[in-house]
């Protein structure tokens, strides 16, 4: 059982370029997230998808596109990468009901990307 | 909006001693509480969940509590170990947007 995958797990791009992030989970979640993880922040939501065919923005949007066109994978997009998305970025899914548990999220171990 | 602030960011004690990290929120409207523990070059494992109807979880040495009227959570870790070294944070939920604190580094030294 894999749980959340993150591929590349390491990438430098020079401004302007574009790339995909993709993760892929195996456990059936309903919901995927997208977040950026910078030094001495927390983690901050950029996008999220409750379900195949949906996503929402998150807190910090902007310079990021996504798409969920099959359950178990939610893939980030960065059509013009610039210096300032040089960041970690993890990918979490989660059903967030269970009866009448919430259930918590499940994470990726990141991507690392660099842009010059 | 929510903002989330843990406080040490960083705490270094000695194997054995127990200890206690600190979350506080702006905002009690929140279906539930996690607290993660994130190791160097590794994504979040979440260790304790609370909702919202929820004072408290506990799992082997560690226990959550959760006040949500003073916007308040603590994490308790009895007799520390070095392997229990790696950043603790916690975060919020509410509406699909989960607030994370900045973190708590915590080295436990042999």
């Known amino acids: 059982n894999a749980g959340v995958t993150q591929t590349p797990k390491f990438r430098v791009l020079k401004t302007g370029q574009s790339m995909t992030l993709l993760c892929a989970q195996d456990m059936n979640h309903e919901y995927m997230y997208w977040y950026r993880q910078d030094p001495g922040m927390g983690l901050r939501l950029i996008h999220y998808s409750v379900g195949e065919g949906t996503t929402a923005k998150g807190e910090v949007p902007d310079g990021y596109n996504v798409s969920r066109l099959k359950k178990q994978n939610f893939l980030l997009g960065l059509e013009s990468a610039a210096p300032s998305q040089t960041s970690v970025y993890f990918c979490?899914?989660?059903?967030?009901?269970?009866?009448?548990?919430?259930?918590?999220?499940?994470f990726g171990d990141g991507t690392r990307l660099s842009i010059l | 909006k929510q903002e989330v602030t843990q406080i040490p960011a960083a705490l270094s004690v000695p194997e054995g001693e127990n200890l206690v990290l600190n979350c506080s929120f702006t905002d009690s409207a929140i279906y539930n509480l996690q607290w993660f523990r994130q190791d160097p070059g590794k994504g979040l494992t979440s260790l304790l969940l609370?909702?919202?109807?929820?004072r408290e979880q506990t799992s082997g040495r560690l226990n959550a509590s959760l006040d949500k009227s003073s916007g308040r959570s603590t994490l308790y870790i009895a007799a520390s170990q070095p392997g229990d070294s790696a950043t603790y944070l916690c975060?919020?939920?509410?509406?699909?947007?989960?607030?994370f604190g900045a973190g708590t580094r915590l080295t436990v030294k042999p």
């Open positions: 979490a899914s989660c059903d967030p009901m269970r009866g009448t548990s919430n259930q918590p999220q499940h």
């Open positions: 975060a919020v939920y509410n509406n699909n947007d989960m607030r």
């Open positions: 609370i909702q919202s109807s929820q």
